[in-house]
């Protein structure tokens, strides 16, 4: 049957008003897509790498496909046992992690994990680490295969938790940008670099990994730090230091993020002490593109769910209809009260 001209046109005109509709904060609808390189993220909620599991620990309490994308823990070409016990202890508004990157290595991730993640309906970022770049060159070309999975690779350039392929050898600006070169070479993938203060001047670095086709940082991962059992006299963690993460760090987060994306312009997963959604708002004001929630699992394994619903009620409140409205909206000259 042939459709009358002014019914498609009435039915074209519907369409657009639904749609017009739809995007409306008074409807209770509101458009938090974004969009990295050609990965498009249902909303900017993601977990920080080593946070959430390594597979299905947080299927009771989180479903995956409400979230824009999930980081997964650090994977190496072989399994680590990581560091011995204790590894963890809490820290004045925050927590000491000296984990050391345990994980069971690629080939238990391509069988295991990949076939899981195959299923879940988000963006799969694949967190990495290497101890030369012999070892990245050989994970991202390998994670590569499995693209129709893997979405993008977070490239752990600032772990400070290992004793090779960490902080202590990253400090050589030389060894990032070559490890950079050789990632870019072997993948087309989405491309991100996780970096910390512990490398040195973060804005320079950030500025030449985004001379060399870096696509993405990842700012920031854990600064080093310790804590003291008086009584023993020795250190709390059987590792002397560990990375310092939680609300302790977050305005030095929320600065970093806000420098490099006013310098560089460059897309921005932000992490950092992010408890609640005030606290991931604040870091898409300044401009983040992605959110990652890290410490705050432990403490609420809830945690992501419960931050994106902050943030929607937000801006349905304040009538933002889309996410691009309120990231990087931060006014640099405060206005008068």
């Known amino acids: 049957m042939k459709m009358n001209k002014n019914v498609r046109k009435q039915g074209k005109k519907q369409i657009k008003t639904n749609l017009m509709r739809c995007c409306r904060p008074d409807s209770g609808s509101v458009d938090l897509t974004t969009r990295i390189k050609d990965v498009v993220f249902r909303n900017p909620l993601t977990v920080a790498s080593g946070t959430f599991g390594t597979k299905d620990e947080y299927a009771p309490f989180v479903d995956i496909e409400r979230l824009g994308a999930v980081i997964t823990k650090t994977i190496t070409v072989k399994p680590r046992r990581g560091n011995p016990m204790p590894r963890i202890c809490e820290a004045a508004a925050g927590m000491l992690n000296a984990i050391g990157l345990q994980n069971k290595g690629l080939q238990d991730f391509i069988e295991d994990k990949i076939p899981y993640f195959e299923k879940k309906d988000v963006p799969l970022i694949v967190n990495i680490a290497g101890e030369s770049t012999d070892e990245f060159r050989m994970l991202v070309s390998t994670l590569t295969k499995y693209r129709h999975v893997v979405k993008a690779i977070e490239l752990n350039l600032s772990c400070p938790n290992v004793e090779k392929g960490g ?41 030449e990994l985004v001379s060399i086709g870096i696509d993405a940082l990842s700012l920031i991962n854990t600064l080093k730090g310790m804590a003291v059992d008086v009584r023993k006299r020795c250190s709390k963690m059987a590792k002397i230091t560990g990375g310092l993460s939680g609300p302790a760090i977050k305005p030095v987060a929320l600065r970093y993020v806000y420098e490099v994306k006013k310098k560089y312009k460059i897309p921005v997963i932000a992490s950092g002490g992010i408890m609640t959604a005030i606290d991931a708002l604040e870091f898409l004001v300044v401009g983040a593109d992605l959110v990652a929630v890290g410490t705050a699992n432990f403490v609420q394994p809830t945690a992501t769910l419960d931050i994106l619903d902050g943030i929607k009620e937000f801006c349905v409140q304040n009538h933002i209809a889309c996410l691009d409205d309120l990231r990087g909206s931060f006014k640099e000259n405060r206005p008068a009260t």
Do not use: H, N, Y
């Open 167 to 207: 902080v202590s050898a990253m400090r050589k600006r030389d060894v990032i940008l070559d490890i950079v070169r050789t990632a870019r070479s072997e993948t087309d993938l989405l491309l991100i670099a996780k970096l910390s203060p512990e490398l040195g001047d973060l804005i320079e670095i950030a500025g």
